[in-house]
């Protein structure tokens, strides 16, 4: 994939991640549909970088809702080189004994059912030999305390990419499954909890980036959070049960 051109489309590019995005790929001459549910916010980044005037457009949509994602698709002119379903949401079980099955079911909704709005969409304007990439996480790794919705979410993308991987190769399409560690963005600002190893959003982008444009299948950073993490999933699931149960514990007390 050509760094200096294309044409990419970005979900949840108001804010966090996926604004950090699109501006990495502006800078670096790319053509950007960003997409989001807040005008304002997107028509923001215009006003703050109005020397991408010719480079950006925006599109106005709930990727929750499946009639408005074929709409704004039915808006787009031409084809995409690249597509990153990056929107998603956290929320937290903090009480698995009073499960709170309406949270889990937003999480689920926004992180996965909207990823198949989205495919369903726009993986149609999607060029021969382009790239998607779904926005995973290093939760899906490891069974984490409070994660019940949001690493079941996610651990479900990463088998989506898989599949979607296998079945987009006869097309010349490839798939990437992105899997940060802890990004400083306003959703994990909420976080109260240590989170080792936080990068900040503009440092993720550029690895994005570089990834996708080395056209690997997993990007995964940052390394000194995701190999202890990786080391971890190796233990017999009784052992890490054990040190998942002592964490709880203590912060508990």
């Keep these: 994939m050509n760094m200096l051109s ?3 489309l970005i979900t949840g590019a108001s804010s966090g991640i996926g604004k950090a995005l699109a501006l990495e790929y502006l800078k670096s001459g790319w053509q950007v549909v960003a997409c989001g549910r807040d005008k304002a916010r997107l028509d923001a980044i215009l006003e703050a970088h109005p020397r991408f005037a010719c480079q950006l457009s925006t599109l106005t949509f709930n990727v929750s809702d499946r009639l408005a994602c074929l709409e704004a698709a039915s808006s787009l002119d031409g084809e ?4 990153i379903l990056n929107a998603g949401s956290c929320e937290y079980i903090d009480n698995p004994k ?4 309406k949270l889990f079911a937003r999480v689920i ?3 996965l059912i909207s990823v198949g709005f989205c495919l369903e969409a726009f993986l149609p304007a999607l060029a021969a030999k382009g790239r998607l ?3 995973g996480s290093s939760a899906a790794l490891l069974p984490l305390p409070r994660a019940e919705a949001y690493g079941a979410s996610k651990a479900a993308l990463a088998y989506l ?3 979607l991987r296998l079945h987009l190769a006869p097309d010349d399409i490839g798939v990437s499954l992105i899997e940060p560690g802890f990004v400083r963005t306003p959703l994990t600002d909420k976080n109260d909890f240590p989170m080792p190893g ?6 993720a982008a550029r690895r994005i980036v570089h990834g996708l444009s080395r056209g690997k299948d ?3 950073f940052p390394r000194r959070l995701l190999w202890p993490m990786r080391l971890l999933a190796l233990l017999p699931g009784a052992v890490w049960g054990l040190i998942a149960k002592s964490n709880i514990r203590r912060q508990s007390a």
Excluded: K
């Design 161 to 163: 990419a898989s599949t």
């Design 109 to 111: 909704e926004t992180n």
């Design 218 to 220: 997993r990007i995964q």
């Design 80 to 83: 995409l080189d690249l597509i």
């Design 6 to 8: 294309g044409r990419v």
């Design 198 to 203: 936080r990068i900040e959003v503009e440092d």
């Design 98 to 101: 009073v499960f709170d099955g």
């Design 133 to 135: 990439a779904l926005m």
